[in-house]
């Protein structure tokens, strides 16, 4: 009867010199909120499909995170989210990207996994199916966070994308990091019955334009979840994990190569990944309860629970 | 000094009894049409990637295949259109999702990969970079087809949505099926220099709603290309070819297996995804020029054409 839950809140140059102590404690508050939220459904004798929508809806609803409640503002200055969730015992999945409005995107994609018989939903007509199928909605005013205001403002004039996770753009040019802004979210979970899940949720990234949809809600590329083999959940530079399909990747080199969790995540993340520019990271579990953070990044927001009174809230390198 | 290009033009319930003599003469030479394309690219010192695009941008402009100007009608009586690409050299790779106005999706797919710095743009604004881009639009009436209006007015007022390939819908209802309904449409060629590369393009499901995204568009799906084992080209129910992650389990197969192309292909199509429930096919073909169709529907619009002189172009089940 045991049961693990992982989670991250993005992976980037988190790095000490970054932090304040104040900030140290909002995100280990913010962190511990969403393990409890996940724990409790696996204690519960629930799903990982549900710890993990839980443990993600709790850090949507936290502003300190890139999804949800403070997802940062495109081009446009609109906040357009996407997410995506799978369950590993018959690989169902759900995903919505580019929706506007909907408080909680990870409950969204659940809803299309469950209800709508597609996989993936889009913009507008996925906010339709929200609104047809009684999801919570909330006005721009609930998404309005001064920070990531203060971040577009920034730059909005530019044609700068500034990833969540670290001062990059894509033409090339450093835009300055000033904190609060990592945090594409994500869960991974294994429960009692032995069957794990996987979800992701995201703003994406600082004045995106043009409808860019990232890994995150790309099945097999930011998620992915399969009881042969493991539950993933990505962030980073998600045109790098896309081309890479990443999380299908470690997947694969599991089953088809017999590598454990570990193995397959450190040469996805830290060989494959790097030579080709990728920056980021990943949480993994496998259906024994095995885990894995993996990143090639400064740091990554994470966090662990298990059964076995296992607790552990990091953000630094390791 | 070879080359090989191979082009689909959908997966589905083809069979003779449901072809005319007129029928077949149009795609055959549809499919031909698109062959030689193609082939002129590849024949001509092209790229595998360059030839892919040709190829598809023909079969994008004949109405009889669901892509481009002959693309179905959603539920709103639209055109919206996914298409993707990627180049199995550098793993490159440009997507679009929900498209409308686009004469060339395929076309806009490779100026995504080539100049947006994104690998996945959707809906206006991706239809936004197209105008920035200068890229090729139609006014609504170009994509206006009769045979396509017809089909979708006969189930426009339901909740039924038809896949592009059979007469089944969603809701488990039988719709009739009359003619000139499949069409997804797709490419994978390897060029002189021992590159490969592959392409896909749809426009989805008669009467889709909400901004459904199927396989076509989605790397590791319905598309992929890795000089180091396949490029794919897929067309089915697209929601079943996303959970399984066809096009990148064919390419790990050979990878971490060390299966054949043909081998890999037959255990995704033939097996895993017959297991699953998922009807549909794809087309591949590895950097020794080395090809494949494979299929588990009744038949499947296909064609190659290689530098030896063999040229196939054919239907039903083999």
């Not at 993005?10 to 724990?39: C, F, H, V, W």
Request: hydrophobic share 40%.
């Amino acid at each position: 009867m045991s049961f693990t839950l992982v989670i991250h809140g993005g992976a980037g140059n988190i790095t000490p010199a970054i932090m304040n102590k104040e900030q140290e404690q909002q995100y280990t508050e913010g962190l511990k909120a969403s393990l409890d939220k996940g724990y409790d459904v696996l204690r519960n004798n629930g799903t990982a499909l549900d710890a993990v929508a839980a443990a993600i809806a709790e850090m949507e609803d936290n502003p300190i995170f890139n999804a949800g409640r403070g997802a940062v503002f495109t081009k446009k200055g609109l906040n357009e989210m996407d997410a995506a969730i799978m369950d590993g015992s018959n690989l169902a999945a759900g995903a919505v990207a580019g929706v506007r409005n909907v408080k909680n995107p990870i409950l969204l994609a659940k809803e299309v996994m469950l209800n709508s018989g597609h996989v993936f939903l889009s913009g507008g007509g996925a906010a339709d199916f929200a609104r047809n199928q009684g999801i919570h909605m909330e006005p721009d005013s609930y998404f309005f966070n001064q920070s990531r205001y203060d971040q577009w403002v920034e730059i909005r004039d530019t044609d700068f994308t500034q990833l969540d996770h670290k001062g990059d753009n894509l033409k090339g040019k450093e835009v300055p990091n000033t904190g609060h802004k990592f945090g594409t979210v994500g869960a991974v979970a294994c429960d009692m019955y032995g069957n794990i899940a996987g979800g992701t949720s995201t703003g994406g990234m600082t004045n995106k334009r043009f409808g860019r949809i990232g890994d995150s809600p790309v099945i097999g590329a930011g998620t992915y979840a399969n009881n042969a083999t493991c539950a993933i959940s990505c962030t980073g530079h998600g045109e790098f994990f896309l081309r890479a399909v990443v999380a299908h990747d470690v997947s694969c080199l599991m089953e088809y190569k017999g590598l454990s969790l570990q193995e397959a995540c450190a040469i996805v993340i830290k060989d494959k990944l790097v030579k080709m520019g990728g920056e980021g990271g990943l949480i993994a579990v496998d259906a024994k309860g095995n885990y894995d953070f993996c990143f090639n990044s400064a740091g990554m927001y994470r966090g662990m629970r298990n059964s076995e009174g296992k607790e552990v809230v990091a953000y630094y390198g390791m």
